[in-house]
């Protein structure tokens, strides 16, 4: 594998326009009445409790001398952005809220939003859910967004109505702040061997895109952070179907053409792939020097699970161990997807793949090594 990089939809905190992509164009911003509160209450507390005493130490710390190294007021300045940025978000949100209270909708059959939903898996085990706006979502509390995979496959069902999900048994949803990301990427496969040791003739060296989320499964203490993959493109036919009985992946081989190329101190990365006679393709560019993604930073979240799951026809699941040392990598100045998704994805992700992404970049690979697979219980 030589560049990779990565197209996500979820939030990224540092701006409030990035929270706002998450919405699906031309939807309004439905919020709880509980939701747009708490919201209020934040935005209160902040300006006229926190922001007020905040600027008066920094004018205490900016009294007392040289501030080039006054922790003081360095930590004050920066806490002060914090909160101005937050002010500025919350407003903006706020005013564009639509408050939507489930209690006025009294008894319903169906799932609504707003709705609190018992959810039992095909184990037996039972997890609730309540469908909130994109502002109050908190998948460890279980609060899921209603524009989520999951809350748009649960609304309008019935009860013992069954729903399907990508999510592999055994496996949950994992999130990054409280937000599952779906991601886009491109990457070379390079001197590529079957079971890590039969390299295949004329197919060691070969493109790959692929559509993905990110999945989490208990085993004893550990918790197992992996990917499941939505569809897997490569350009060659016996890599597709080899994959396919390895792995049970959803492989399927199209044209595909790739350029990855350095100038200076820039790097730019584009992979593409044709159906039905239309090019697609996904693109980044990025300068600078690649860092180690930071801890706890998205790019950590997106490039460090090192499981993969996958559903089986007969409702199992493989799962299998994928090695890699920690990639650098370099945030993205500009990043778009261009042609059909929807033929490959469906209606609903081409509309996720058509949106600006809230999180782009390019990682520099390293040796990978795929372990055998093995089926796991429910």
Known sequence: MSKAFTKESGSNDEDELETARQLPPG????????????????????????????????????????????????????????????????????????????????????????????????????????????????AGRGLISWVSPLARALLKAREADVVVMHVPGGTELDAFEGRAYVSLVGFRFLRTKLFGFVPLPFHTNFDEVNLR????????????????????????????????????????????????????AGISAEYQWQVARQWCGLRAEASGAPAYAAE???????TEHYWGYSAQRDGGSVEYHVSHVPWRVW?????????????????????VLRRAPDSAFIADGSPVQVFTGRRISS
């Open 27 to 138: 939807t309004k911003n439905y919020i709880t009445p509980a939701g747009y509160q708490r919201m209020r209450d934040e935005l209160e507390h902040l300006w006229k409790v926190e922001r007020p005493a905040l600027v008066q130490t920094i004018s205490w710390a900016a009294s007392n001398g040289d501030r080039s190294e006054n922790g003081d007021y360095i930590y004050g300045k920066k806490r002060l952005r914090e909160i101005d940025r937050r002010i500025r978000f919350l407003s903006k949100r706020l005013d564009h809220a639509e408050i939507v209270d489930p209690a006025q909708r009294g008894t319903c059959e169906q799932v609504f939003f707003g709705a609190t939903v018992t959810v039992c898996g095909q184990d037996g085990t039972e997890k609730i859910y309540s469908i909130v706006g994109v502002d109050e979502a908190d």
């Open 213 to 264: 989320f990110y999945v989490r499964r208990r085993e004893g203490s550990e918790v197992r952070r992996g990917v499941v993959f939505i569809r897997e493109i490569v350009p060659r036919f016996a890599v597709a179907q080899l994959a396919r009985l390895a792995y049970g992946e959803n492989y399927v081989s199209l044209p595909m053409r790739h350029a990855v190329n350095t100038n200076g």
């Open 296 to 302: 706890g930073s998205v790019e950590q979240f997106i």
């Open 331 to 351: 945030a993205s100045s500009a990043a778009a997807f261009e042609g059909d998704a929807e033929s490959l994805y469906g209606a609903e992700l081409d509309q």
